[in-house]
């Protein structure tokens, strides 16, 4: 089972969001489990779990573990593919965020674009590693940081970005043969705190000194 994998079939994306399947999803990444199991478990008869069952099997999100006897029925035991499923935008194509159409680096909206476009890019380069079965050289940093004031957040973002931008002039080799184009995503947001969404938009909201205007 795989830990996380995306969904870029808008007919599988719509089959995942049922409620009843997306709990049936999650019993089975805990374990392998019959038609006849789940049913206790969800609360359903057999024969609608098994209708359910089979859409997920035929989009990929489930599939055959095993089979085992039980009197004179041999039954099913499924599990799911993955332990997480994430949407990719191309799930949504004519309507997935595009990050080009627009460019502003203060602008959380276009930070969101950013992000789709990211699950969207890493999740077709999964699907053709895994179909080459190869491996995908990835990289990625994740950290938090609390900043005194408004103008340290400021001075941390001028100072990030002067120093990516020194990395890239470095090591960018746009004429070199056989090289390989990488993109590079960073992204600065508040840490989300256990209040309301409103309480919280609010407060990011309030007057604060302003960001340095960054290179485009």
């Given at each position: 089972m ?8 808008s007919e599988?994306a719509?089959?995942?969001l049922d409620p009843i399947r997306?709990r049936?999803l999650a019993?089975?990444a805990?374990g392998p489990?019959?038609?006849t199991?789940?049913?206790g478990q969800?609360g ?13 099997e035929?989009h990929?999100l489930?599939e ?6 039980k009197g004179?029925v ?5 599990r799911?593919?993955a332990a997480?499923?994430v949407i ?6 004519a309507?997935?965020p595009?990050?080009d159409?627009f460019?502003d680096?203060?602008s959380?909206?276009?930070l ?11 999740g077709?380069l999964?699907?053709?590693?895994a179909r080459a079965?190869?491996?995908?050289a990835?990289?990625?940093?994740d ?10 957040r ?7 970005t002067a120093g990516?931008?020194?990395?890239i002039h ?16 960073v992204?600065?947001h508040p840490?989300?705190k256990?209040?309301p ?10 007057p604060?000194a302003a960001p340095?205007?960054?290179d485009?």
């Amino acid at each position: 089972m795989l830990d996380v994998t995306v969904i870029e079939d808008s007919e599988a994306a719509a089959v995942s969001l049922d409620p009843i399947r997306a709990r049936l999803l999650a019993e089975l990444a805990a374990g392998p489990a019959s038609a006849t199991m789940l049913a206790g478990q969800v609360g359903l008869p057999r024969q609608k779990v098994n209708y359910h069952l089979k859409a997920l099997e035929r989009h990929g999100l489930v599939e055959l573990a095993g089979e085992r006897r039980k009197g004179n029925v041999t039954e099913r035991l499924m599990r799911a593919t993955a332990a997480s499923y994430v949407i990719s935008p191309l799930a949504l194509a004519a309507v997935q965020p595009d990050p080009d159409r627009f460019r502003d680096q203060f602008s959380a909206r276009w930070l969101l674009a950013l992000g789709a476009r990211l699950v969207r890019d890493v999740g077709s380069l999964i699907t053709g590693a895994a179909r080459a079965r190869k491996r995908l050289a990835t990289y990625a940093l994740d950290g938090e940081v609390r900043f005194a004031s408004a103008a340290d957040r400021a001075a941390f973002v001028e100072e990030l970005t002067a120093g990516i931008s020194a990395l890239i002039h470095k090591y960018d080799a746009p004429e070199a043969e056989g090289g390989r184009d990488h993109r590079i995503v960073v992204a600065l947001h508040p840490t989300l705190k256990d209040r309301p969404p409103v309480a919280e938009a609010e407060a990011d909201a309030r007057p604060s000194a302003a960001p340095p205007e960054l290179d485009q």
